[in-house]
């Protein structure tokens, strides 16, 4: 009994430290003087005049900490983070919301107007980085038709998440009502460098599922939709 506790206490050990959500980033994303390499691909970090990073999420702090620690000592960037939680340590540059979750709330609504602003003026001298986690559809979300308030937004998400539709129908349903959401961000900063980085326990294949793909075109959820999609450079 006394070697199956302790290869339990290994097991969740070794959990943790995989789960490790800046070591993680460091793993995923590698900075070799000025050229940063991610997935096979290199971005030259003297192309770009402005470092842009959008963090949304429940592990959106983490993702900032391990992103920080790559770049370091390029810490010239600017940005929006939203996530359900404070942050222990604020990064000069960024602004920080406190979203709501499951249903979004005021500081939901003002981290999306954020988001907007700061890529609005985004150009190829741009990297724009996506930092997108669980929680990302609620913590960040303003409405495509600007007549809709708040309280339209918590009441139609109230709606979805009591109404026994899936998460991809409820997702589907978010995009085509959002500003933010089915690959707007992406279209908001369409000239600039793009490159979004998740932490997603979503199925291989279905990743516009987290926050309701930011970055990503909408996609079906079955033959009765009739969506539209915008094209990206993620």
């Given at each position: 009994?006394?070697?199956?506790?302790?290869?339990?206490?290994?097991?969740?050990h070794?959990?943790?430290?995989?789960?490790d959500?800046?070591?993680?980033?460091?793993?995923?994303?590698?900075?070799?003087g000025t050229?940063?390499?991610?997935d096979?691909?290199t971005?030259?970090l003297?192309?770009?005049?402005?470092?842009?990073?959008?963090?949304?999420?429940k592990?959106?702090?983490?993702?900032?900490?391990?992103?920080?620690?790559?770049?370091?000592?390029?810490?010239?960037?600017e940005?929006?983070?939203?996530?359900?939680?404070?942050?222990?340590?604020?990064?000069?540059?960024?602004?920080?919301?406190?979203?709501?979750?499951p249903?979004?709330?005021e500081?939901?609504?003002?981290?999306?107007?954020a988001?907007?602003?700061?890529?609005?003026?985004?150009?190829?001298?741009?990297?724009?980085?996506?930092?997108?986690?669980g929680?990302?559809?609620?913590?960040?979300?303003?409405?495509?038709?600007r007549?809709?308030?708040?309280?339209?937004?918590?009441?139609?998400?109230r709606?979805?998440?009591?109404?026994?539709?899936?998460?991809?129908?409820?997702?589907?349903?978010?995009?085509?009502v959002?500003?933010?959401?089915?690959?707007?961000?992406?279209?908001?900063?369409?000239?600039?460098?793009?490159?979004?980085?998740?932490?997603?326990?979503?199925?291989?294949?279905n990743?516009?599922?987290?926050?309701?793909?930011p970055?990503?075109?909408?996609?079906p959820?079955?033959?009765?939709?009739r969506?539209f999609?915008?094209?990206?450079?993620?």
């Open positions: 009994m006394a070697d199956l506790k302790q290869l339990a206490r290994q097991i969740f070794q959990t943790l430290a995989a789960i959500i800046p070591a993680t980033m460091q793993r995923k994303l590698r900075r070799n050229r940063l390499l991610c096979g691909k971005f030259d003297r192309e770009f005049d402005k470092l842009r990073v959008v963090a949304i999420g592990a959106a702090h983490g993702m900032m900490d391990g992103l920080a620690l790559v770049l370091a000592p390029f810490l010239r960037f940005g929006v983070v939203s996530a359900p939680t404070a942050p222990r340590n604020p990064l000069p540059g960024m602004k920080y919301f406190l979203g709501g979750h249903i979004p709330n500081e939901s609504w003002k981290a999306a107007e988001v907007l602003a700061l890529l609005k003026n985004s150009d190829e001298k741009t990297l724009a980085f996506f930092l997108l986690s929680g990302g559809s609620a913590l960040m979300e303003v409405p495509l038709e007549s809709l308030t708040l309280g339209d937004v918590q009441q139609m998400n709606t979805l998440v009591t109404c026994g539709a899936s998460i991809e129908e409820m997702n589907a349903l978010r995009k085509h959002s500003a933010v959401k089915g690959g707007r961000l992406a279209v908001a900063a369409r000239r600039a460098t793009k490159l979004s980085l998740a932490v997603t326990d979503v199925p291989v294949g990743e516009s599922a987290l926050a309701s793909g970055t990503l075109p909408i996609q959820v079955s033959p009765t939709w969506p999609s915008k094209s990206t450079s993620c």
